[in-house]
C-alpha cells in the first residue's frame, strides 16, 4: 500500500482520514440522535462527551486532509461516460461535504458555549465557555447544528450512493480509488 497518492488511487493517509471520518461522523451523529435516551447522569455525560470528541476528531482530521491535499494532491477524477457536467457535480459535492464538515462541529462548539459549558478536549484540557449560558440563543443554535447534521449526513448519503454507482454501473475506479487495493 502506497502512503503517498498516485495517478491509479488515494494514498494511506488520505484513505484512512476519510474513513475514519465516516466512523466519526456516523458515531457523532447517532449520539446526537440518541444521546438524549442515555439515563441522565454519567452515561449521558459519557455519550455527549464522546460526540464532542468524535465532533473534534472530525475538525482535526479535515484540516490533515486539505494539508494533505495542498502536498499531495487528489488523482485526477479520470474519464466518464457520463460527461463533464458529472465531475463538476462531484467536485462541487465534495465542497459542500468539507463545508458541512467544518460547519457542524463549529455550530456544535458555538452550542456547548451558549449553553455556558466548556469544550472538553479528549479528556486532556477544557476550554471555558467566554459566554455565559443563553436558553434562548442556544436553542436556536442547537436547530442549526441539528440540521447542518442530518445535511451531512444526507449529502453523505448521496457520496456513498454515487460511489456505489460508479462501481456497480458504470463500472470504473471511482470507489477502488478510495480503497486500500488500488495499486493492483
Known amino acids: 500500500m502506497l502512503i503517498y497518492n498516485s495517478s491509479k488511487g488515494y494514498g494511506a493517509i488520505p484513505q ?48 490533515v486532509r486539505l494539508a494533505w491535499n495542498v502536498f499531495n494532491p487528489p488523482p485526477s477524477a479520470g474519464p466518464t461516460t457520463l460527461g ?10 465534495h465542497y459542500l461535504l468539507y463545508a458541512l464538515l467544518i ?20 479528556g486532556l484540557a477544557e476550554i471555558a465557555s467566554p459566554w455565559v ?5 442556544s436553542g436556536s443554535v442547537k436547530e442549526v447544528h441539528e440540521i447542518l447534521a442530518h445535511t451531512l449526513v444526507i449529502v453523505a448519503g448521496f457520496h456513498a450512493a454515487a460511489a456505489l454507482f460508479h462501481h456497480w454501473v458504470l463500472r470504473d475506479r471511482t470507489l477502488a480509488k478510495m480503497l486500500p487495493h488500488f495499486d493492483e
Open 16 to 63: 484512512a482520514a476519510h474513513w475514519l471520518t465516516v466512523i466519526l461522523v456516523v458515531i457523532a451523529w447517532t449520539l446526537g440522535i440518541f444521546g438524549d435516551d442515555l439515563p441522565k447522569g454519567p452515561q449521558r455525560d459519557a455519550g455527549l462527551f464522546v460526540h464532542i470528541s468524535a465532533g473534534l476528531a472530525v475538525l482535526i482530521l479535515l484540516v
Open 84 to 93: 463533464a457536467w458529472s465531475v463538476r457535480l462531484g467536485k462541487a459535492a
Open 133 to 137: 449560558k443563553d436558553r434562548a440563543f
Open 103 to 122: 460547519a457542524v462541529p463549529v455550530a456544535g462548539i458555538v452550542l456547548q458555549f451558549a449553553r455556558g459549558e466548556p469544550i472538553p478536549i479528549f
